[in-house]
């Protein structure tokens, strides 16, 4: 009985540590700009869109690591000072921020760091 009071126990508690999908990319996003490096980009569009009826923001950017070109989206949604300017940002440059173990994996911005060049300034 003793042995299994630790297992219900954690049975319990696993579903309110459980992250949502907001929360997970949340951690990625500072996870990159910890330990992420910099390199070059290029914003290609901005695209709006709609999904489960809340208004959502993709930046679409390509950069480049070890010759291999990379073409990336973020959403940015939660994101308000990427939000605000979105009408502007196609055409502009960036830094990109990359996981040197993965560089698909990147970021052109989050909570603590921006690369875009219009908005950093």
Not at 17 to 26: C, L, N, V, Y
Request: one cysteine or more.
């Amino acid at each position: 009985m003793v042995a299994l009071l630790p297992a219900f126990s954690l049975a319990r508690i696993r579903p309110w540590r459980r992250k949502s999908p907001e929360e997970i990319e949340r951690l990625r996003r500072l996870d990159i700009h910890r330990r992420g490096r910099i390199a070059h980009g290029h914003i290609v569009d901005v695209i709006q869109s709609t999904r489960a009826g809340q208004p959502h923001l993709t930046v679409l950017y390509t950069y480049e690591v070890a010759g291999v070109t990379y073409e990336v989206g973020q959403d940015v949604t939660n994101l308000p000072q990427i939000r605000a300017n979105a009408s502007r940002l196609a055409g502009q440059t960036a830094s990109v921020k990359y996981d040197p173990q993965q560089p698909t994996n990147s970021i052109i911005a989050c909570e603590g760091w921006c690369g875009i060049t219009l908005l950093s300034a």
